[in-house]
């Protein structure tokens, strides 16, 4: 059996440790594995980028495990133009087909570009990958001011590691909150507060209708006003890599659909992590991005891509900052702003600010300030739509009292 994996990143690394656990067991003889990935470094860690870019990490603290003896054929700086499951083929940008039985697709995502002008000017940044670090990271020490266009994750851990290396930082975000995926309104101004304490900028409620400069990018325009700086990065979200699916079979939607087995409409495909369009704990289908539900389901797809059989048990979404003195969790989302019961507790003194969004008895959604411990716990409630109903009066941390609002 021949297995090609589209990728090198947490999902397929895991997927290898599954099989390598697993071969001796496999429905069939592996006869090569061939890892094909247009990035050129060995397999890291992508939640640790900004960990990397302040140097309290190096390159080789953020690289991710061994091969687990199985030693693929890695294709590195290769990138994967067109699957042809109608003659199971993969190729590459550069005319190199590959045969496979089975097809492993964790090909990851990008940064999504917003339609502004100037937005391909050189020296302008995206942030998700080991070179966009390594870039940023030549660039810090000429710089004195930043502009990062996007209030999400991304966006403010890396005014936070700026803010730690001593750049002037401004952050533009489009709606009229910071972490709009992450926080409530509350908790966003909550944190807002500590990162202008610290010296980040805040511009709220303002689109960049243009980067200017000649060939290099050295500011924006936002609301008509001309805002310059040293270091651009565009942080607004991320897509799916699926481009070279466009001639298959394979069924895509915002990514590509899959079932429990983590396997495509296409019997001998199989996808994982942020490309997989899997099962969510609300029974519908959602893309998820991050480095939790990469090494889940790519170990679901790892085991099944040989014949051992294991089901993928939706995991909910889980985003945590760890870069400030307080972490910030953020588990599930909410559907909308209604309907919803939420027990919270707010603790100053202790810098303690936690919120449940409960619906029908079932937390869809959990957001902590300063709180690790209970991560666990909540994550489990939310994975596995626990009723809660008879022990909701304790489930805010101990001694405080609980608000109830509906």
Not at 208 to 223: E, H, P
């Amino acid at each position: 059996m021949k297995i090609v994996i589209i990728g090198n990143g947490p999902a397929a690394i895991k997927a290898l440790e599954a099989i390598a656990h697993y071969k001796d067991a496999a429905e069939e003889y592996i006869t090569s594995i061939t890892v094909v990935s247009p990035e050129l470094t060995a397999s890291y860690s992508p939640m640790f980028l900004a960990d990397f870019l302040t140097g309290e990490l190096g390159e080789e603290e953020i690289l991710l495990g061994d091969d687990h003896g199985l030693s693929p054929q890695r294709l590195l700086g290769e990138k994967v133009v067109k699957v042809e499951d109608s003659r199971n083929m993969v190729v590459t940008e550069n005319g190199r087909e590959i045969a496979y039985d089975k097809l492993l697709i964790a090909s990851g995502a990008s940064p999504l570009k917003a339609s502004i002008k100037g937005i391909d000017k050189e020296g302008l940044c995206f942030f998700n990958r080991l070179a966009d670090a390594k870039r940023l990271s030549q660039q810090v020490p000429r710089a004195k001011n930043a502009i990062i266009i996007g209030a999400g994750a991304i966006g403010v851990e890396l005014a936070i590691a700026f803010s730690k290396m001593g750049i002037n930082v401004l952050v533009v975000e489009l709606l009229d909150k910071i972490l709009p995926q992450m926080l409530d309104e509350e908790l966003a101004r909550h944190i807002q507060g500590k990162l202008v304490g610290s010296g980040v900028r805040f511009m709220l409620g303002g689109s960049v209708s243009r980067i200017i400069g000649g060939d290099q990018a050295t500011g924006i325009i936002v609301g008509g006003r001309e805002i310059s700086g040293d270091l651009i990065i565009v942080a607004i979200g991320v897509k799916p890599n699926i481009d070279f699916l466009r001639s298959s079979n394979v069924r895509v939607k915002q990514g590509i659909l899959v079932n429990e087995k983590m396997q495509t409409n296409v019997s001998n495909i199989y996808a994982a992590g942020d490309v997989a369009e899997s099962i969510d704990p609300y029974g519908g289908y959602e893309l998820v991005f991050n480095w939790y539900n990469a090494v889940d389901q790519g170990w679901i797809a790892g085991c099944n891509l040989i014949g051992v059989e294991n089901t993928y048990r939706a995991s909910p979404g889980l985003v945590a900052l760890k870069s400030l003195e307080t972490p910030i969790i953020s588990i599930g989302r909410k559907y909308g702003e209604n309907g919803y019961e939420i027990l919270s507790l707010t603790d100053g003194e202790k810098g303690i600010y936690e919120k449940l969004f409960i619906k029908d008895n079932h937390i869809d959604c959990y957001q902590a300030i300063g709180i690790t411990d209970r991560v666990g716990l909540m994550y489990g409630y939310i994975k596995e739509r626990k009723d809660i109903g008879s022990i909701k009066d304790v489930l805010c941390a101990s001694c405080v009292p609980i608000t109830i609002m509906i």
